[in-house]
């Protein structure tokens, strides 16, 4: 009984996303009401909100199916995409924006934009969090940085080059366009992790010495006479 009623959810909201989907090609996210989907998927208003409180609920799960297909699709980027080591990861991302971009150019750039942004951001950090994790992991490394803050700087930057690049219209090809990501954040990433430092349990950390220019000992150009 149990089984036969989660399948009948899963029909319901796959209709009712399909519904949505349909409607953001044919209108617009903004001009959508809850009444246009639910027309269009041959149900009430009370069915729908069975399953969603607001039309934003319903655009975030078809952006994460959306997502999840592309990732499921593409396993191998979970391995590269940290690393950096090529861009092949990088690339499979732009061509997943530009496969998409019909949807996203009529759901990102309206009024329901910040749930979607917010959701393709949170897909990519879970990436880049997976990778950055097992990389200190096998390296024996830690951030130098909030890990949290590494990982929302980085898909925040990219989420924000893929918005400008589809905006744009797409003037670079997804291996150009992730070339230039790959040599804009390799540099700064090395910068990010190091060593684990091997302490005694409940020591603090030592503070790390002085730089030579923060060393009171006067210099040529500050001596007294």
């Excluded at 979970?78 to 690339?91: G, H, R």
């Excluded at 950055?132 to 925040?156: D, W």
């Amino acid at each position: 009984m149990a089984i036969s009623e989660d399948r009948r959810i899963q029909r319901t909201r796959k209709a009712l996303i399909d519904s949505l989907r349909e409607l953001i090609f044919e209108k617009g996210y903004d001009d959508i009401s809850i009444q246009d989907i639910t027309d269009r998927a041959n149900m009430g208003r009370a069915t729908f909100y069975l399953h969603y409180g607001e039309k934003d609920d319903l655009l975030s799960d078809l952006l994460h199916n959306v997502v999840r297909e592309f990732l499921d699709s593409t396993p191998e980027i979970l391995k590269n995409q940290w690393t950096l080591q090529d861009t092949s990861a990088l690339q499979k991302i732009f061509e997943f924006a530009a496969s998409q971009y019909d949807l996203f150019r009529k759901a990102i750039f309206s009024k329901g934009s910040f749930v979607a942004m917010i959701h393709l951001q949170i897909a990519i950090r879970e990436l880049i969090s997976a990778n950055l994790t097992s990389e200190m992991k096998n390296k024996n490394l830690e951030p130098v940085l909030p890990q949290g803050f590494i990982e929302n700087y980085y898909s925040g930057a990219l989420v924000a080059l893929i918005l400008w690049w589809l905006n744009a219209e797409m003037p670079y090809t997804p291996a150009e366009m992730a070339e230039m990501y790959r040599k804009v954040t390799i540099e700064g990433r090395t910068t990010l992790l190091r060593p684990k430092k091997e302490s005694a349990l409940g020591e603090a950390p030592t503070k790390s010495e002085p730089s030579e220019s923060s060393s009171n000992e006067p210099t040529e150009g500050n001596q007294t006479p």
